[in-house]
């Protein structure tokens, strides 16, 4: 995809005469060192869009997250995070003047903690390249900033549904919906329905779901992400006359916030999430950046597309987390 880049002859000239000379970044903020940079403030903003709309198309985890704003914000300088989780008081004294000598009661403390990592990748373009669509008033070719911001949305949809093991600090790792140790599982005919390519079946296994999460004080509302299969097969309808489909029915529960097909769960199953702070929220070290630096032979111009976070899920003093892992679907 290409954007349109209209310079005026006095900006064409100043760039082909000197395309050294110190240039805006478009991720500058107030009191920023200044750096230099050979492309215009209107190329800065073609990449930088392209990167960020390529950023929010399919990853509807970490989008919903930020919609509903579950988000907290820290800086590069925090690499691992951690917070502590109270347990449950004991029921308080009932008397009539509240003067009883009652033993005192203090909650007991656990620790959590997940790092926080970089993901990146880069991209680069000719400077003859570069150039030329200056002097000819051509498009400039966003499609590898594209790329690059859909290649970082989609590894961190990858971390938020499976975590990544690799990732080791303090001997804590960055842990997903599907592999945190605390999270529900079981399978779709443990929860009372079974395989979703049976009529109904999703239905039941959704509300049994509902019924075991109830029974460990988790009561939505739940966002739902589902295989593309176990989607697709909840789009059948119903035989009973009323025009239904499976997914009408799920998304009329009162427990139920969204429904929504997720290319990167792995087939046959999903994941069900309370989306409450209490459950899980983003920390965010640094937000989407795209950083040049130029070829020591001046024959290129790179890029760097990058973005520090990390997707805190939070188990409760009983050990239980508000999602629920189904497989078997």
Not at 85 to 112: I, N, W
Not at 125 to 133: D, F, K, P, V
Request: glycine share 8%; charged share 25%; net charge negative.
């Amino acid at each position: 995809m290409a954007t349109q880049i209209v310079h005026t002859p006095d900006e064409m000239n100043a760039l082909i005469s000197n395309s050294r000379r110190p240039r805006f970044r478009a991720n500058a903020g107030p009191g920023d060192v200044a750096v230099n940079s050979i492309l215009l403030r209107r190329e800065w903003e073609a990449l930088d869009s392209e990167i960020i709309k390529s950023y929010r198309q399919r990853a509807n985890i970490v989008a919903d997250l930020r919609a509903a704003g579950l988000t907290t914000n820290t800086t590069l300088a925090e690499m691992l995070n951690s917070w502590r989780v109270g347990g449950e008081r004991r029921r308080p004294d009932v008397s009539m003047d509240g003067r009883s000598r009652v033993d005192q009661d203090r909650s007991e403390r656990d620790t959590q903690a997940v790092p926080i990592p970089i993901v990146s990748t880069t991209y680069e373009i000719g400077m003859r390249e570069l150039l030329a669509s200056r002097a000819v008033g051509s498009d400039l070719d966003t499609y590898e900033a594209t790329e690059a911001g859909q290649a970082v949305a989609e590894e961190w949809e990858r971390i938020a549904i499976d975590g990544n093991s690799d990732i080791l600090l303090k001997g804590y790792q960055v842990e997903g919906l599907t592999s945190h140790s605390a999270r529900e599982t079981n399978t779709a005919s443990n929860y009372g329905g079974g395989d979703f390519g049976t009529l109904g079946n999703g239905y039941k296994a959704i509300l049994g779901a509902i019924r075991t999460m109830a029974g460990l004080r988790y009561f939505g509302p739940f966002n739902v992400y589902i295989a593309n299969t176990q989607y697709h097969e909840l789009l059948e309808y119903q035989d009973d006359g009323t025009g239904d489909v499976q997914l009408d029915r799920i998304e009329r529960l009162p427990q139920i916030n969204s429904v929504k097909v997720n290319d990167f769960i792995s087939d046959g199953e999903l994941v069900m999430v309370q989306m409450d702070k209490r459950v899980l929220d983003l920390r965010q070290a640094m937000t989407l950046e795209n950083r040049q630096w130029e070829h020591p032979d001046g024959s290129a111009v790179f890029f760097k597309v990058m973005e520090a976070m990390t997707l805190r899920l939070k188990a409760d003093a009983r050990g239980n987390l508000g999602v629920v892992h189904m497989t078997g679907c």
